[in-house]
């Protein structure tokens, strides 16, 4: 099956700081999607992503499908932003069957 | 707001007493999904419903059942927790490939 990885595995940002999150998948995939995963555990959809760019406030990620990687872009980052980002992806047909990278875990201090 | 609900928010049970998770939505989404996510690991897919068709992941232990009784309720049903099975466990609903969306899920503690 797919193979998803995501570096770094950790972050430490001060607050108003610029990242780069970066996932790699092993397979030509029809569905790359990137979450947020707050302290509380909630998993919050950012993106649907199989290709191109899209932005979301201070958001933004753009997905290379011929070069199989996509990349997560977090903006004047604030403290609300920490948690885990994870990327997850689909190389199947049909509805959505997603294998999770293993994730970024962000940290935001003031 | 149309979401996806998970009750309870935390269940303790004892090792080897059956207990049953649930989920519910209002998105009317034709896909549910149940993911198991231990301490700092990813979510991990066990099985997931497409209308009344169920699929389980091949490496989804016999120890897990799952029910989908009508379009907004899905269960499911861990018929004897081993220490092992304590984890957060995550219900996830779409439209085909549309419209993925989480609920707050259920962290399991077995005892």
């Known amino acids: 099956g797919i193979q998803v990885e995501q570096s770094p595995p950790d972050l430490i940002l001060q607050e108003g700081a610029n990242s780069t999150l970066r996932c790699n998948f092993s397979?030509?995939?029809?569905?790359l999607q990137w979450f947020h995963q707050n302290p509380w555990g909630q998993l919050i959809n950012l993106f649907y992503?199989?290709?191109g760019t899209k932005q979301n406030g201070r958001l933004s990620a753009t997905t290379v499908a011929t070069e199989r990687y996509s990349l997560l872009y977090i903006s004047s980052s604030q403290t609300t932003d920490s948690g885990v980002y994870f990327c997850?992806?689909?190389?199947?047909?049909?509805?959505?069957?997603?294998?999770f990278g293993t994730g970024t875990r962000l940290l935001v201090s003031p | 707001d149309a979401m996806v609900i998970q009750n309870p928010r935390y269940q303790v049970t004892q090792f080897g007493k059956p207990v049953t998770l649930s989920c519910s939505q209002t998105?009317?989404?034709?896909?549910m999904y149940w993911y198991q996510q231990k301490s700092s690991q990813a979510p991990k897919l066990l099985f997931h419903?497409?209308?009344?068709?169920?699929?389980n992941e091949a490496d989804t232990p016999d120890n897990f059942q799952s029910r989908r009784p009508n379009t907004s309720f899905c269960f499911l049903d861990i018929r004897s927790p081993g220490l092992g099975d304590a984890a957060m466990y995550l219900c996830?609903?779409?439209?085909?490939?549309?419209?993925?969306?989480f609920g707050s899920g259920t962290r399991l503690t077995v005892v």
């Open positions: 996830a609903t779409s439209r085909d490939v549309f419209g993925y969306t």
């Open positions: 397979d030509s995939v029809n569905n």
């Open positions: 992503i199989p290709s």
């Open positions: 997850a992806a689909d190389a199947g047909t049909g509805f959505q069957k997603l294998v």
């Open positions: 998105l009317n989404h034709n896909v």
């Open positions: 419903y497409y209308d009344k068709d169920f699929n």
